[in-house]
Structure formats: C-alpha cells, structure tokens
C-alpha cells in the first residue's frame, strides 16, 4: 500500500462527523468581544490594504494600538497610514513587500528582525484566491506562497527574537477551506504538476499547510509566553478574487456576496483574539471566528507535519 492511500485510509477512519455539525453550528455564531484597550501595543499585519486585514487594521487602531502593515502596494500603504494616522492618531507604519515572492518576504523578516521595538500581535492575513494555476517568479505555486510559505519564512526567522521577548501572539487568517484538502496534503506535488489544478484544492491545501506547521512552531513556543493560533475570520463580504475572471467576479457578485456575513465580525474576532486574556495561554489551536474548532484529521497529522517543516526549509531557502 502506498503512503497516499495509508494516510487517506488513516483519515477516513478519524473523520467524526460531530465535527462537521459542530462547524456549522458555530459558522452561525457571533464573535466574542473584548473590551480593552490596546495601547502602547505593537500590531503587525500583512495584507492590510483591504478586506479583513484593513478592517483589522482599523479595530486595532481605533483601541490605540499602533500598526506595521506589511503591503505590496505603496500608493493604497500612503493612503492607510494617513487615514489611520489622522483618524485615531496612532502610529501605522507600513513595509512593502509582495509576499509571493521569496527575496522580497525574506526582506520583510528581516525588517521586523531590525525592530527596536516588541511586537505584540503578529497577523498572517494576506491570501488569493486563483482559479487558475500561476507559478511565481521562483517558480512555486502563488496561492501556496502568498498564504503558507511566506508565513512560514516570516515566523521561522522571527521565532527566536519572539521568544526572546517572552510574550507574542501570532494568529494565522486560516479558513475553514482547509477542509477542501481533504484527503490531506500532497508533499509530493505542491506544485500541482501531477494534478488538475482547482481554486478551491489549491486553497485548502495552502491552508492546511498553514495548520500543520503551527503544531511544530506551537512546540517550538510551549511554555515562552508566546501563542501561535489560527482562525477562520467567517465567510465574509470582501474583495478577494478580484485577479479571476469575469464568470468567477460574475459568480460571487451575484450569488457568493448574497450569502456573507459583514467583514466587522473577521476584525472583531482577530482583536479578541490577539488581545483577550482569556486566550492568552492557548496554542497551537483552531478557531472559527472566537470558538475553539477541531480541524480536520489531515491537519493534526504530526508526521506530515514535520515533513512538511523540511521542505519548507528548503523551498523557503531557509537552510
Ligand atoms: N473573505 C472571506 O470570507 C474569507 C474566508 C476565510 C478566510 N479568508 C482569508 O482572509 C484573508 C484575507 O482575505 P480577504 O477576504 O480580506 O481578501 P482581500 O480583500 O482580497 O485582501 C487580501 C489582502 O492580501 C493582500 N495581498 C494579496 N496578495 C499579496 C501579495 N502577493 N503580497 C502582499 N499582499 C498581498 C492584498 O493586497 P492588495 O490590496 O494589494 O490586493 C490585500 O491587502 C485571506 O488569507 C483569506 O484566505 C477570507
């Protein structure tokens, strides 16, 4: 038997449907607020230009925290930092890099290394949705970049100095589109050479690599102060998907957009918990929205985890 079908039998087998049920339960439920305040506080955030990360960006802000946004487009950064700056005097620096590209993210990493400063919340919330295979300049599948390995290249040369402040949270904008990669990941072909490509494959796969290198950061962090969580922001109204063509924008114009919920619920959600006391010592976890999730059986897989670790070493050119 193949170590394909060993893992696919494995999973069918730890599939529960309990938690299907327990997903869309809480796929319906509010998010926890928190009242504090964020002063003084230090937020990082990469893709704040629109959606749920400008939102957040905004939430966080208005509570008195300052930002450093990491962007790809200086013209829409310019336009943040002032309407943030103006509108809740705080601080919102920004640093440009397109994090589907391997040297400009690497730059990013050491930038926040160069910091004279703690950073408090660290937010991994920049993402595509592509319907259509692109590979990047470095020639790796863009989806799988944007949202798993350049995260995973931020928080691996970030991982010493964060522990050295002793406190952090990191939370990744994860999704419940990780349960699209169903039968797991295929570390074999992340590139998608072997397969026909889907949007929403490519999708969940990124995002359940995400899940699965979190348990071995999680282990890295244990007992230093410092949180490592992902989360599902809710199926809200945003622009993503702008880059597909005109039936996907057609698609979600008219019949996705109907069904989401406001992007406000995604920004609450992400300040209570970057914020809240009562998540401080959870780890290596899964919410939806502000409700602790059990993900799926391939996303709790350490084996393939650590594999995974290996290679994101490489790809990343971390080694
Ligand atoms: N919307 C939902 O219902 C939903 C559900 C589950 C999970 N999520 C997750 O939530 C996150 C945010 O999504 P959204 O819906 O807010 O989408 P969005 O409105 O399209 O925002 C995406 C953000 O990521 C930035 N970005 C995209 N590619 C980048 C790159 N190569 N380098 C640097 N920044 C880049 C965008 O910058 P530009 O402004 O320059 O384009 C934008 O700021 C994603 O990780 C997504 O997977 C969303």
Same mark, same amino acid.
């Given at each position: 038997?193949?170590?394909?079908?060993?893992?696919?039998?494995?999973?069918?087998?730890?599939?529960?449907?309990?938690?299907?049920?327990?997903?869309?339960?809480?796929?319906?439920?509010?998010?926890?607020?928190?009242?504090?305040?964020?002063?003084?506080?230090?937020?990082?955030?990469?893709?704040?230009?629109?959606?749920?990360?400008?939102?957040?960006?905004?939430?966080?802000?208005?509570?008195?925290?300052?930002?450093?946004?990491?962007?790809?487009?200086?013209?829409?950064?310019?336009?943040?930092?002032?309407?943030?700056? @103006?509108?809740?005097?705080?601080?919102?620096?920004?640093?440009?890099?397109?994090?589907?590209?391997?040297?400009?993210?690497?730059?990013?990493?050491?930038?926040?290394?160069?910091?004279?400063?703690?950073?408090?919340?660290?937010?991994?919330?920049?993402?595509?949705?592509?319907?259509?295979?692109?590979?990047?300049?470095?020639?790796?599948? @863009?989806?799988?970049?944007?949202?798993?390995?350049?995260?995973?290249?931020?928080?691996?040369?970030?991982?010493?100095?964060?522990?050295?402040?002793?406190?952090?949270?990191?939370?990744?904008?994860?999704?419940?589109?990780?349960?699209?990669?169903?039968?797991?990941?295929?570390?074999?072909?992340?590139?998608?050479? @072997?397969?026909?490509?889907?949007?929403?494959?490519?999708?969940?796969?990124?995002?359940?690599?995400?899940?699965?290198?979190?348990?071995?950061?999680?282990?890295?962090? @244990?007992?230093?102060?410092?949180?490592?969580?992902?989360?599902?922001?809710?199926?809200?109204?945003?622009?993503?998907?702008?880059?597909?063509?005109?039936?996907?924008?057609?698609?979600?114009?008219?019949?996705?957009?109907?069904?989401?919920?406001?992007?406000?619920?995604?920004?609450?959600?992400?300040?209570?918990?970057?914020?809240?006391?009562?998540?401080?010592?959870?780890?290596?976890?899964?919410?939806?929205?502000?409700?602790?999730?059990?993900?799926?059986?391939?996303?709790?897989?350490?084996?393939?985890?650590?594999?995974?670790?290996?290679?994101?070493?490489?790809?990343?050119?971390?080694?």
């Amino acid at each position: 038997m193949s170590f394909l079908d060993k893992k696919t039998r494995k999973y069918i087998k730890e599939y529960r449907w309990s938690n299907v049920f327990a997903m869309i339960r809480n796929n319906r439920k509010d998010p926890e607020k928190c009242g504090l305040d964020s002063k003084g506080k230090l937020v990082v955030i990469t893709g704040a230009t629109s959606g749920i990360g400008y939102v957040t960006a905004r939430n966080y802000a208005q509570r008195g925290a300052d930002l450093l946004c990491i962007n790809r487009s200086m013209e829409k950064s310019e336009a943040l930092k002032n309407e943030i700056e @103006k509108e809740f005097h705080v601080r919102c620096y920004y640093l440009l890099a397109d994090l589907s590209s391997l040297e400009q993210t690497h730059r990013a990493a050491d930038q926040l290394l160069d910091l004279n400063r703690n950073i408090d919340v660290l937010i991994h919330n920049a993402g595509v949705y592509l319907t259509k295979k692109e590979l990047t300049s470095d020639g790796i599948e @863009k989806v799988f970049m944007v949202h798993y390995l350049s995260s995973f290249i931020i928080n691996y040369k970030l991982k010493n100095m964060l522990k050295a402040q002793g406190k952090a949270r990191i939370i990744y904008v994860n999704s419940e589109g990780h349960r699209f990669a169903a039968w797991g990941l295929r570390l074999d072909d992340l590139n998608w050479e @072997k397969r026909r490509y889907s949007g929403l494959k490519s999708y969940g796969s990124a995002k359940l690599a995400q899940l699965l290198t979190m348990l071995i950061f999680d282990d890295y962090f @244990k007992g230093s102060g410092v949180t490592i969580n992902a989360m599902h922001p809710g199926a809200v109204k945003t622009d993503t998907g702008q880059e597909n063509g005109i039936l996907y924008k057609w698609f979600k114009r008219n019949i996705l957009d109907k069904s989401l919920r406001p992007v406000e619920i995604s920004a609450e959600a992400l300040y209570y918990l970057g914020v809240s006391p009562e998540v401080e010592n959870i780890s290596g976890k899964f919410f939806n929205l502000t409700t602790l999730e059990e993900p799926t059986p391939p996303a709790l897989d350490r084996e393939v985890a650590e594999q995974l670790w290996e290679i994101s070493l490489k790809m990343g050119k971390l080694k």
